[in-house]
C-alpha cells in the first residue's frame, strides 16, 4: 500500500491533509483548529443543573442539608446567591468527556423511573450541543419526594411573625 503524498512548491516538505492539522496553529490551518478552548467545570456544572430543571417532575435540585444552607445564603445580602444553579451538580470535566452527578428531589406522584430517564437525556443534549463534551455518565440520585402540603408548613412560621 502506497501513501499519496504530494510536494509543496518541489520542497521535500509533503502537504498536510486537513485532518492532520487538527490542534495546529497558523496560516495553512482552519480558523476553527488554531488555538485552544478550556471549559472550566463550574459552566458544565450550570449547563447541567439548568438542563436537569427544566425535566417536569424536578422540584429542586440538592441534598437537604445543601438545600437549607443554600436557602439561608440566598437571604443574606452580598452572601452569593448565584450558586444556586449549581447547588446539587458535581462534575468531572476532562480534555473530551465529563461525567455528572446530580442530587435531586422529585414531585411526589411522579415516577422516578421516568423523571431520571428524562434528566440524563436533557442533560447530555444541553452539555453536549453547548460544549462539544462527551457525557459518558449522569448519576442522579433522588434525596428527597417534595410533598404537596411541604409548602403550607413552610409559610406558617411567618405568618405568627411580627411586622
Known amino acids: 500500500m502506497t501513501d499519496n503524498i504530494t510536494s509543496v512548491g518541489g520542497g521535500s516538505r509533503p502537504e498536510?491533509?486537513?485532518?492532520?492539522l487538527k490542534g495546529r496553529t497558523g496560516a495553512g490551518?482552519?480558523?476553527?483548529?488554531?488555538?485552544?478552548?478550556t471549559i472550566a467545570?463550574?459552566?458544565?456544572?450550570?449547563?447541567?443543573?439548568?438542563?436537569?430543571?427544566?425535566?417536569?417532575g424536578i422540584h429542586s435540585l440538592g441534598a437537604g442539608m445543601a438545600r437549607a444552607f443554600g436557602a439561608m445564603r440566598e437571604r443574606v445580602p452580598g452572601a452569593g446567591g448565584g450558586g444556586a444553579v449549581t447547588r446539587g451538580v458535581k462534575v468531572e470535566v476532562g480534555e473530551r468527556q465529563a461525567a455528572v452527578d446530580l442530587d435531586v428531589v422529585v414531585?411526589?406522584?411522579?415516577?422516578?423511573?421516568?423523571?431520571?430517564?428524562?434528566?440524563?437525556?436533557?442533560?447530555?443534549?444541553?452539555?453536549?450541543?453547548?460544549?462539544?463534551?462527551?457525557?459518558?455518565?449522569?448519576?442522579?440520585?433522588?434525596?428527597?419526594?417534595?410533598?404537596?402540603?411541604?409548602?403550607?408548613?413552610?409559610?406558617?412560621?411567618?405568618?405568627?411573625?411580627?411586622?
Open 41 to 56: 467545570d463550574g459552566v458544565v456544572a450550570k449547563i447541567a443543573g439548568m438542563a436537569a430543571r427544566e425535566v417536569p
Open 107 to 163: 414531585e411526589y406522584g411522579v415516577s422516578i423511573v421516568d423523571v431520571a430517564g428524562g434528566v440524563r437525556t436533557n442533560v447530555i443534549s444541553a452539555v453536549e450541543r453547548m460544549t462539544g463534551l462527551e457525557v459518558v455518565e449522569v448519576n442522579i440520585a433522588v434525596d428527597d419526594v417534595h410533598l404537596p402540603d411541604d409548602e403550607e408548613e413552610q409559610t406558617e412560621p411567618n405568618e405568627g411573625r411580627v411586622r
Open 29 to 37: 490551518a482552519p480558523a476553527e483548529t488554531r488555538g485552544r478552548t
Open 16 to 20: 498536510a491533509d486537513v485532518s492532520a
